[in-house]
């Protein structure tokens, strides 16, 4: 596993609606060992990083480009910035964290301002800021300074970046996805360098999973492909406030997901295929990969909207158990990334190589073979 490309991944600012950054540089590391590479419209970078297989079943491997964020709504005469969010960011995360407004004539640091803790009366003391109330102070001192600074109503802000190990554990901002992403441009140089697997491998790195999930959309329909599998973040129940949820913990291997659903307003998520699921706990025990079950009530992937793409494709989302997601720093474990990635290495050729690709080989199956 390459640590220092996680580490370089998640130092790019690059929010949903604004990945070119991230894009850029995946597409430049793409291009040293994949047989194909293009970027789409909305920025999605697609790469086939095996010969061409015509007859072949085609395989997806994607990861999301994007991070949660804010975007500026509006700035105060006294130079503050009023800011909406971009993706799931919790209230209770935004005060005093160091934040970074990407400006147009470069990134400026600032902090989301809180109140004083020796002027808070004891009513306000336990109490959550709500995001419409949130400010942003860059050190300037009027809205004509922030305008010449390059900021102005629509410039993103993201959280500082932050990157540091200790032992077989990584803290850093956008973990979700950049560390999912590292693993999967890790998989894609070892399948690139490996004899060809009966199959057509595409990797794909997509945008605004944090904001609609619906950016990987145009990439799935330019590829086609016969199979998919995302990777992304679970969240980790081995802390305290989380303890009983789930028994999803860092350090025992990546997360094979079982459930996907919002439930919050959104009626979506992934129930694995059940065929493609089979051959990834088989992948696991024959690349001697430790894994975790995972159901997640609350949560959604790209995978969500990828699977109704064209005649339905057979889905599974794999996931890398991550510690505060959405924060200002989440963690995760080395192990568990080394694990990821040996395991997106397997898939692709053990999933060509079964004779249940899909549901519908499980249903004649189940009738021919009478």
Not at 73 to 78: F, I
Not at 207 to 222: D, H, I, Y
Not at 293 to 313: N, P
Request: with cysteine.
């Amino acid at each position: 596993m390459d640590l220092d490309l996680v580490e370089e991944l998640t130092r790019i600012p690059a929010p949903a609606g604004f990945e070119v950054p991230a894009a850029r540089f995946v597409y430049r590391h793409l291009r040293a060992f994949a047989s194909h590479v293009t970027v789409d419209a909305l920025g999605n970078v697609l790469a086939r990083v095996t010969p061409e297989r015509s007859g072949k079943p085609r395989v997806m491997l994607f990861a999301h480009l994007d991070e949660v964020g804010f975007i500026v709504r509006r700035v105060e005469p006294t130079g503050l910035l009023r800011v909406a969010r971009i993706g799931g960011i919790p209230e209770k995360s935004m005060s005093g964290q160091l934040v970074r407004a990407l400006g147009q004539r470069g990134d400026l640091p600032g902090v989301i301002g809180t109140r004083s803790h020796h002027l808070t009366p004891p009513e306000l003391k336990y109490q959550v800021v709500p995001v419409d109330q949130v400010y942003v102070d860059l050190g300037l001192g009027s809205a004509a300074e922030v305008e010449a600074a390059g900021v102005v109503v629509g410039t993103p802000v993201v959280w500082e970046r932050h990157f540091s190990r200790r032992g077989r554990r990584i803290f850093a901002n956008a973990l979700d996805d950049r560390a999912g992403l590292a693993a999967l441009l890790g998989a894609g140089a070892a399948i690139a360098k490996a004899p060809p697997p009966e199959a057509e491998v595409w990797i794909v790195a997509t945008v605004q999973e944090e904001w609609s999930l619906q950016g990987a959309v145009p990439a799935v329909r330019a590829v086609e492909p016969d199979m998919a599998i995302g990777v992304d973040i679970s969240p980790a129940c081995d802390t305290p406030e989380l303890a009983g949820q789930s028994d999803v913990a860092l350090g025992q291997g990546p997360v094979i997901s079982a459930f996907t659903f919002h439930g919050r307003g959104m009626l979506l998520g992934l129930i694995p295929d059940p065929a493609l699921s089979a051959v990834a706990f088989a992948a696991a025990e024959r690349s001697a990969v430790p894994v975790q079950r995972g159901v997640l009530f609350g949560g959604l992937t790209d995978g969500s909207f990828v699977q109704y793409q064209g005649r339905g494709i057979p889905s599974l989302d794999l996931a890398l158990a991550t510690r505060y997601t959405h924060a200002p720093v989440e963690s995760c474990d080395i192990g568990d990334l080394e694990g990821l990635e040996r395991l997106l290495v397997e898939l692709p050729a053990r999933w060509a190589q079964s004779p249940d690709r899909s549901r519908a080989d499980l249903v004649r199956a189940g009738v021919d073979a009478r």
